[in-house]
C-alpha cells in the first residue's frame, strides 16, 4: 500500500510541475500573411527558404536566412531567448583545402588573368610540398574568392584580382580554382 501511495505522489507532482511549465510558456497568437516577396542583396536576389510574414503591414523575414545571405552565423540563446549574429570567420566561409580528396594548394604572384576564359596563370612559389603546375587554372563559376589583411575578409569577384596579386588558390583535383585568397 505504501508503495502506490509513493507513486501516485510521484505522478502527482509530475503532472503539477508539467501543467505550471505549459503555462509559463504560453505565448500569444499572431494572424499573418505568406507572402512571396523577393529579396535583394547588393542587386542580386537572394533566395529564402522560409517565406517573409506580413503582419500589421510590416514585412517579417526570418533572422536566419538573411543573416546567412550576409555571411553571418546566428546563434539562438534560449536561456534568455536571445538571438546572436556574428561574421563568420575565413575558415567557416571557405572550406580548408583537403589533400584526401584530392586537392592541393597552390602560393604565389598572378601573371595574367582571362575573364572571358574565367582563366588564371600564376608564378609559383615552391617549396619541396608543392604541387607544380604550367599551364592556366579554370576559376570555378562559384569560387569563393576573399582580400584578407590582418584579421579582416571581405569576399571580392574575379573581376578584383590585378596582375601582381600575391595569392593563395585551392585548386580540386580536377585542377579548377574553388578558393582564392589575396594577401593584402
Not at 539562438?76 to 580548408?96: R, S
Not at 589533400?99 to 595574367?112: H, R, S, T
Not at 579554370?138 to 582580400?147: G, R
Amino acid at each position: 500500500m505504501k508503495k502506490k501511495g509513493f507513486i501516485l505522489i510521484l505522478l502527482s507532482l509530475l503532472f503539477l510541475t508539467t501543467s505550471f511549465s505549459i503555462a509559463d510558456t504560453e505565448l500569444p497568437w499572431v494572424k499573418g500573411y505568406l507572402r512571396n516577396f523577393t529579396i535583394a542583396l547588393n542587386q542580386q536576389v537572394v533566395n529564402l527558404e522560409k517565406k517573409p510574414i506580413v503582419f500589421e503591414n510590416r514585412l517579417y523575414l526570418p533572422a536566419k536566412y538573411i543573416a546567412e545571405a550576409l555571411d553571418y552565423k546566428v546563434t539562438w540563446h534560449p536561456e534568455d531567448e536571445k538571438i546572436t549574429l556574428n561574421p563568420k570567420v575565413l575558415e567557416e566561409k571557405l572550406p580548408p583545402c583537403n589533400p584526401l580528396i584530392g586537392e592541393y594548394f597552390v602560393y604565389g604572384e598572378i601573371q595574367a588573368i582571362d575573364l572571358e576564359g574565367q582563366q588564371i596563370q600564376v608564378e609559383q612559389h615552391l617549396d619541396h610540398h608543392s604541387r607544380e603546375i604550367f599551364d592556366f587554372l579554370k576559376v570555378q563559376e562559384d569560387a569563393a574568392i576573399f582580400l584578407k589583411r590582418n584579421s579582416h575578409t571581405m569576399r571580392i569577384h574575379l573581376e578584383d584580382l590585378r596582375v601582381g596579386d600575391v595569392v593563395s588558390f585551392i585548386v580540386t583535383k580536377e585542377d579548377t580554382i574553388r578558393g582564392i585568397i589575396i594577401d593584402g
